[in-house]
């Protein structure tokens, strides 16, 4: 299902705040026919390990005032977290979850402490293969 629509992602914060527009952006261009690279490094890499997908996302400081506000509406929406909506991208389109290699070897992550839905470890001169000749955003 390759495309000439692409959108990469850096995902450099782990705060829920963050994480949530990544898993929408994601989900919405994997149905419009996007390739979509999420590039997972530094905060945002730790959120994706097993570790830290058992525990809840902290909110952004500057934010943390709407945080039980922001939880209380997603559950009664019965919105998806972000971790759902982008294994629900990744069953509709192509969609790949990159974790940074460099960072990972900073903060001693291995890759069977990553979460299941990581495509790939890889570093950044691999991500701007990907990347190139599409979208790219920083999150």
Known sequence: MSSNKKLSIIVFSGT?????????????????????NLFFTFWGLNSITKKSLEQMQPIDKNYEQFGSVMMQR??????PSWVQLIQQAKEVGEVKVIACSTTMEFFGIKKEDLADFVDDVAGV???????????????
């Open 125 to 139: 001169a691999t991500f701007l293969d990907r990347a190139e000749g599409g979208i790219t955003l920083f999150i």
């Open 16 to 36: 829920i705040d963050k994480l949530m527009p990544v898993g929408i952006l994601a989900s919405g261009a994997a149905a419009s026919g996007y390739e979509v």
């Open 74 to 79: 997603m559950q009664e929406m019965k919105f």
